[in-house]
């Protein structure tokens, strides 16, 4: 879940032939939504998509490429009006780095390019377990972030995060920081809650 000038849910599920902790190929499924204010009123979006890949593991972290089919929906309303797009399909591209370069230390990239609304979805982050067992092992530093779609919608974030926050079987990462809206022409601030198990 992803909190700012805009707002974003999603939820999905990632499996594999063998495990999702080793090497081999893998599957991503995702549905989400949600709407963001635009000079014409408020655009309210679904999407969904299912790739395919493989991720590879090192020593120093793992390293992931998908490709597969994407979907979304829109709505347009909050302008006097209640305007439904026609859905769109087309190919998703996925690619994610973990990489550990010490005990102590995490670097996550990730980059996300869908056909259906031209858009492009990156993040990168470093962190560093500075205090130890004291925050469930968590990662600690900064992050920045980048959206963009052929609306001509952007936005950037940067800011801070704390990442594989271990409660068991529950890991989260917690985001929080600055980000700049294209259609708002300012500054906000943001807030973001990932939470993942490997049932």
Do not use: N
Not at 81 to 94: K, N
């Amino acid at each position: 879940m992803e909190a700012g000038p805009s707002v974003f849910v999603t939820t999905g599920a990632k499996a594999a032939l063998d495990r999702i902790d080793r090497e081999g190929f893998v599957a991503l499924a995702s549905v989400g939504g949600g709407q963001r204010r635009e000079t014409a009123g408020i655009r309210a979006t679904t999407i969904g998509a299912v790739v395919f890949g493989y991720q590879w593991f090192a020593d120093w972290g793992v390293v992931a490429l998908y490709a597969g089919a994407e979907g979304t929906a829109d709505v347009i309303y909050g302008c006097g009006c209640l305007r439904a797009l026609p859905p769109r399909f087309g190919l998703r591209l996925h690619g994610e780095i973990w990489a550990r370069p010490s005990d102590e230390t995490l670097f996550v990239a990730t980059l996300i390019l869908g056909s259906t609304r031209a858009s492009a979805w990156g993040r990168a982050a470093w962190g560093y377990r500075a205090l130890g067992d004291w925050v469930w092992g968590a990662y600690l530093g900064p992050e920045v972030s980048f959206y963009g779609d052929e609306t001509g919608y952007q936005k950037w974030g940067a800011g801070l995060h704390a990442t594989d926050v271990d409660l068991g079987r529950v890991h989260l990462r917690f985001s929080a920081g600055l980000q700049f809206a294209s259609e708002r022409q300012d500054i906000g601030p943001y807030v973001g809650l990932t939470v993942w198990s490997p049932w």
